[in-house]
């Protein structure tokens, strides 16, 4: 079953908390807190891996979840941080998010990608032993890990993509100048997923080829095959156009043409700007005359056209030949950047919840959005941090502090952040 898109819900592990500790040993007098922290939460990996081609183990198994790092113990003892739960996809996945469509990454390389950090582990009691507050009785919980749900969207990483209406001989094409064995029959939508195959000219000299099933008339909006599949054309640094040139099916081979250009050209614009060769198939079905028409046809429109009969491989070297030599001179396959998360607007977060509460003269500041909002703001930055302060007086935070009666310079804990507090 070839399935190329799928949705998920994803959670990294949340941290551990710190631990509430002091050291008790025999002849040693107030000996202290030694309350170790927690550990961190495991992320949420992806990793591309070439034995996977579909997205169909995404379609019976659509919730994952790190685990959770270990909490502190005495004599300073952190807890154990969590593994990373490693999900591995077909190479050329996309990740987006759910929710904003925003692209998360494109798993095309061999690098692994972080798509969802791990809470950080709590402090133990051990960090807040000051002068005037000897024995802390609290410690801090770990901050929960990152959630999100995901779209996965699989497009194939090819460098040629073979275009054109259903039994005009794709799939024998690619059948007899790669290794690749697609179901070959005399009708329509022999092929019901993408074929890829790996044409070798020499040594040094090979590319991948993509036979793109389904495309007929409105399969920009759905029709056939071609919303499904087209997709995976969007990578394709070149584009092969087959044509029927004897018309067998009792079509025109010129409004073939047309049609299957002006989908593309729906479906993407930019398609209708990539490079494209036009191979006219089964030659052998009709006279010179005809040929020897679409080719003026085709040439007066700017494309080089290369008639074929790929059953038997005739004049089919001409055709990979001029597709190496182009191949040479483009760039390489398109990779996509992903895209940062935008802010919310300061207003946003006004009248969200928070609870302010005061353990040895800390004041802890507790919200379900706050961890999200904190990991946004890159404190590095004065416009962001200038962002920040903004939406804690926005959102009620500055008041809620002021009313549990923190002072200037009382200390201020968010979760994994934590500063004096300025007026």
């Known amino acids: 079953m070839f399935i190329d898109s799928a949705k998920i819900k994803i959670k990294a592990g949340d941290g551990g908390n710190g631990a509430v500790s002091f050291r008790r040993e025999k002849y040693v007098a107030a000996g202290g807190p030694d309350g170790g922290d927690g550990g961190r939460g495991g992320n949420i990996v992806f990793q591309v891996d070439d034995n996977l081609s579909t997205l169909v183990d995404f379609r019976y198994k659509r919730k994952y979840t790190a685990a959770r790092g270990g909490d502190g113990g005495g004599k300073r003892c952190s807890g154990k941080s969590a593994e990373d739960l490693v999900i591995r996809v077909p190479r050329g996945t996309l990740l987006r998010d759910a929710e904003t469509g925003r692209l998360v990454a494109d798993l095309s390389g061999d690098e692994p990608q972080i798509v969802a950090r791990g809470g950080r582990g709590g402090w133990g009691n051990s960090h807040f032993a000051t002068p005037t507050r000897q024995v802390p009785n609290f410690a801090k919980p770990g901050t929960p890990g990152e959630e999100m749900e995901l779209t996965l969207e699989l497009k194939l990483l090819a460098d040629v993509g073979l275009v054109g209406f259903p039994n005009v001989g794709k799939s024998t094409l690619i059948s007899v100048v790669s290794e ?10 022999t092929t019901l997923t993408p074929v890829l195959g790996v044409v070798r000219l020499g040594e040094g000299r090979s590319f991948v080829m993509a036979d793109i099933p389904g495309l007929i008339e409105g399969a920009s909006d759905g029709a056939g095959l071609g919303h499904q599949f087209l997709r ?3 990578r394709c640094r070149l584009l092969v156009h087959v ?16 049609i299957i250009n002006e989908e593309l050209k729906k479906f993407d614009p930019d398609l209708a700007e990539r490079p494209m060769l036009v191979a006219g198939n089964k030659c052998d079905l009709t006279d010179d005359e005809t040929v020897a028409e679409f080719r003026r046809f085709v040439e007066e429109q700017g494309y080089e056209f290369f008639p074929i009969m790929a059953a038997i491989a005739y004049d089919v070297q001409p055709l990979l030949n001029r ?3 182009l191949l ?5 396959i398109r990779r996509y950047e992903p895209e940062a998360p935008v802010l919310p607007a300061e207003d946003a977060f006004a009248g ?11 004041y802890f500041v507790e919200g379900d959005w706050l961890p999200q909002f904190i990991r946004s ?11 920040f302060q903004r939406v804690l007086i926005s959102s009620g935070v500055i008041d809620a502090l002021r009313e549990a009666g923190v002072q200037e310079g009382d200390t201020v804990s968010m979760y994994d952040l934590e500063f004096d507090f300025m007026e």
């Open 352 to 362: 969200s919840r928070v609870t302010v509460t005061e353990r040895g003269g800390v």
């Open 377 to 387: 703001v890159n404190f590095d930055d004065y416009e962001s941090l200038q962002y």
């Open 180 to 189: 690749a064995k697609p179901n070959i029959a005399n009708y329509h939508f």
């Open 232 to 234: 995976h054309v969007d």
């Open 328 to 332: 040479s001179k483009l760039p390489p």
């Open 243 to 258: 044509v029927d040139v004897s018309g067998s099916e009792g079509r025109d081979p010129k409004e073939d043409f047309r």
């Open 323 to 325: 597709i190496s030599e």
